[in-house]
């Protein structure tokens, strides 16, 4: 079973929706990740927080937006989505983002996203 | 940029039958994590390697970063229908922050 809860399991939206995923995790991590993961892909880094302030953004659209309200919560809201945008949505913590560590990344069950 | 080739893409094996999924990285990797993600679940840490040479073993699945610590591999012996999954590789080149996920060997495995 994995530490890190996402919600929902499985959404479906319009391309004029807005909706969000929700992620949580309570074992003092203070980086948090979100991965787009397309069919029979690896996972693709998309935004890490780390100590709740925005790190990394690896040139994701707009249409989506991440938000950390705390240490614990991670937030990806979306919308005007795009056919192609339908993926798995992983969240993911670790203990620390910073080089020359390692910490392990603990993934979520994820997301399934699917945009008609 | 950094990037993470996996070979087999796909393995199919006969029950008892080893295996082996090889990572090789364009650049040089300060470390190198292995992930196993099962059909329709979400990855899941297996192990960590950090020095060059090193082989780390858990039961029946050794691992291996290579000398030049660009590559590296997973061996899993007399494999089990419970070894099932996608197996992929995850390189962090030193001074960056990120890991680059490889591209993943799909293992079956025919009972």
């Known amino acids: 079973d994995t530490e890190v809860t996402q919600t929902p399991k499985h959404l479906v939206m319009g391309m004029t929706n807005k909706k969000s995923l929700k992620c949580e995790q309570h074992?003092?991590?203070?980086?948090m990740y979100w991965y787009k993961q397309k069919a029979k892909k690896p996972p693709e880094l998309m935004f890490v927080?780390?100590?709740?302030?925005?790190?990394i953004n690896e040139s994701v659209p707009s249409r989506f937006s991440p938000e950390c309200p705390n240490s614990s919560l991670l937030n990806l809201h979306l919308h005007a989505l795009q056919p192609e945008d339908s993926a798995l949505y992983l969240c993911?913590?670790?203990?620390?983002?910073?080089?020359?560590?390692?910490?392990?990344?603990?993934f979520g069950e994820g997301s399934w996203l699917t945009v008609v | 940029g950094q990037q993470v080739m996996q070979i087999p893409q796909y393995q199919h094996v006969q029950e008892g039958e080893d295996f082996t999924t090889y990572c090789n990285s364009s650049?040089?990797?300060?470390?190198i994590q292995w992930y196993k993600q099962r059909p329709g679940g979400h990855p899941v840490f297996l192990i960590q390697?950090?020095?060059?040479?090193e082989v780390k073993k858990q039961k029946r699945l050794t691992f291996q970063f290579g000398e030049a610590k660009k590559n590296s591999s997973l061996h899993i012996t007399a494999t089990q229908t419970t070894d099932v999954g996608t197996y992929f590789c995850?390189?962090?080149?030193?001074?960056?922050?990120?890991?680059?996920f490889g591209t993943g060997t799909r293992l079956k495995v025919l009972a």
């Open positions: 650049t040089t990797l300060s470390n």
């Open positions: 390697l950090v020095k060059s040479g």
């Open positions: 995850a390189g962090r080149s030193s001074g960056t922050y990120k890991y680059i």
């Open positions: 993911a913590s670790s203990q620390v983002h910073e080089p020359g560590s390692g910490n392990t990344i603990y």
């Open positions: 927080y780390s100590y709740e302030k925005l790190s």
């Open positions: 074992m003092g991590h203070r980086a």
